[in-house]
């Protein structure tokens, strides 16, 4: 991720929580939030300072909030899962509270590598990292006896069963090469160790079953929808405690079943809104936000540097504004479309403005010969859910109009444009912002199930080389050279535009450095913030 400028980012409080030794206890009563009172644990004789808020601003919510789905896939959506659900891995590094040990075993039925929480901990800072290993056959987790959900029901390998099988038989899901490589979940002791076989080697195993769901609330709905409105439980530092749609507000509560060594510092973290920079302006300079992680507007990086005490900094995002031709499309249109294409203007025009754009660099030539040719209309797919991408699809028209090339826009929701309108060739073209891996962007539908590849695009050779990358047996730069020649001739995926984020923190806020542009990441390190006593 690139840096594109400076130091700022908006938080907001209220006053400042003890964190109690988290025991799990009883499940918690959520009285509203004006009245949170003290409760006081079995492990624990101080009682509990008044209820602090974090509150902090973001762009408006459009979705539900399914980390899996293609659908629901955002920076917040991703951020908000962080906090309340429960992983295996964590960047990498084993969840010392929801595992006890992993085993790696190799096809011999031989453990070549135990990892637990210790041996992470006591690792040099300074060790170099290992390689992935690509001999891995069965994954064996311990959980740990305690990791429960915020209603009392023990995790178990339940929950990773549901994962699997619904990244399996959803389309439009987040990633889902790594859960295809699976053969088998088993399970013993009641549930608590978990093995998981794999038909063909996936090197980045550490990345998958994060952000597990609770199969005994959700088994039975569909994937696709379960949690539209909202996360009926948590095995994460903080609940969900609901979403105002119409006041733009997500709240949080801390979790006391939260079991781990480190319970959630603040009692509530509120997520608002921001839908416009006066706004903004207002609730940072007042005090009623302290961060903010949003979407900049022209001219809204200058009116937040102007306001004092406030630091500010903007930044591109991994996420990329794309525009995906469908395979059934011919090559020569496909082609020719990614040729007539001006990412910078119709990029500038989707996001609103000109001012911090991260766009990349791409000769265009508008000579259409063959799409003014067509007999119907380019049918450009978009959901219209995300505006910036329904304002780009839109701009597509506009601009293709004017070269004489006819084009319409279909709107559907995500869910629709994977299941059926770009299998059925019901939709020429997609438009969208994804943060899809590259291997799954390519990779071939399974049992006619697309997963994160939009453009439906599916290649023999190109399998066997995506397989080869997840198993570890190719290079990152060997991806990238594949990649590039395939683009050079499919023209299947053109990246208009990376998103970019303005971070503004306000003041009432301790976080990892005193300086914003030592921070990682949006609210990546939320977990470490302190509200400021005075």
């Given at each position: ?13 209220a ?15 959520e009285?509203p939030?004006a009245?949170?009172?003290?409760k006081?644990t079995t492990?624990?004789t101080?009682?509990?300072k ?6 902090i ?18 920076r917040?959506?991703?951020?908000l ?11 990498g ?11 790696v075993?190799d096809?011999?039925?031989?453990v070549?590598n135990?990892?637990?929480?210790t041996d ?24 740990a006896?305690e ?29 889902p ?14 549930g608590?160790v ?5 038909a063909e080697?996936?090197?980045q195993?550490r ?10 609330l ?14 009926p ?13 119409n ?32 706004q ?6 007042n005090?009623?936000?302290?961060f903010?992680?949003?979407t ?20 591109a ?18 082609q ?18 000109d001012s911090?754009m ?7 030539k ?7 040719a067509m ?9 219209p ?16 109009a004017g070269?004489d ?17 770009i299998p059925?060739g ?8 994804s ?13 006619e199930?697309?997963?994160?590849n ?7 050779e ?11 047996l ?9 990649i ?15 998103d970019v ?10 976080g990892?450095?005193?300086d ?16 400021e006593?005075?």
């Open positions: 991720m690139s840096k594109l400028c400076r130091g700022g980012v908006l938080l907001m409080v006053l400042c929580t003890v964190a109690c030794s988290a025991t799990p206890g009883p499940a918690p009563v009285d939030i009245s949170v009172s003290p006081p492990t624990s101080q009682p509990r008044q209820a602090q808020e974090l509150a601003g973001i762009d408006p919510v459009y979705t539900g909030f399914n980390p899996h789905l293609l659908a629901d896939d955002s917040f959506t991703q951020t899962a962080g906090l309340v659900l429960p992983s295996t891995f964590i960047a590094t084993i969840n010392g509270d929801l595992l006890e040990s992993v085993e075993i096809e011999s039925g031989t070549i135990t990892i637990t929480p992470e901990e006591n690792k040099e800072e300074t060790q170099p990292e290992q390689p992935p290993l690509v001999e891995a056959k069965t994954i064996r987790y311990q959980l006896p990791a429960q959900w915020s209603d009392g029901t023990p995790i178990t390998v339940a929950d990773f069963e549901y994962l699997w099988d619904s990244m399996l038989k959803t389309p439009g899901t987040v990633n090469a790594g859960y295809r490589a699976i053969e088998d979940v088993t399970s013993a002791s009641g608590k978990i093995e998981v076989t794999f080697s996936f090197s195993w990345t998958l079953f994060n952000h597990l769901l609770p199969s005994h959700l088994r039975g709905e569909k994937f696709s929808t379960v949690l539209a409105g909202g996360i439980a948590s095995a994460g530092k903080f609940t969900m405690r609901n979403f105002d749609r006041r733009g507000v997500v709240t949080l509560n801390r979790n006391d079943r939260f079991w781990g060594k480190e319970p959630a510092r603040v009692e509530i973290v509120s997520f608002r809104e921001i839908r416009s920079t006066a903004g302006l207002e609730l940072i300079s005090g009623q936000i302290s903010m992680d949003i900049p507007t022209q001219t809204s990086t200058r009116a937040f540097e102007l306001i004092p005490d406030t630091q500010v900094r903007v930044e995002d991994s996420y990329a504004l794309e525009v995906v031709a469908n395979a059934k499309l011919s090559k020569i249109l496909r020719e479309l990614q040729t007539i294409i001006d990412p910078t203007l119709i990029a500038q025009l989707a996001y609103g403005r911090e991260s766009v990349p660099e791409r000769d265009h508008p000579e259409p010969l063959h799409l003014k007999t119907e209309p380019l049918r450009i797919g978009v959901d859910a995300n505006p910036v991408a329904a304002a780009a699809a839109t701009t597509m028209v506009h601009v293709l070269m090339v006819r084009a319409t826009v279909v709107q559907a929701d995500t869910n629709e444009l994977m299941r059926s309108l059925a019901g939709v020429d073209v997609v438009v969208a912002l943060n899809t891996t590259v291997a799954d962007k390519y990779a071939c539908p399974v049992k199930v697309l997963g994160a939009r453009s439906g695009y599916c290649n023999e190109t399998e066997i080389f995506l397989k080869e990358y997840n198993a570890g190719k290079t990152e730069e060997e991806l990238e050279k594949v590039a020649e395939l683009e050079a001739e499919e023209a299947l995926v053109t990246t208009l535009a990376y984020r303005l971070e503004v923190l306000g003041k009432g806020i301790l990892p450095d005193e914003l542009t030592q921070w990682p990441d949006g609210l990546s390190s939320l977990e470490q913030w302190r509200i006593t005075k």
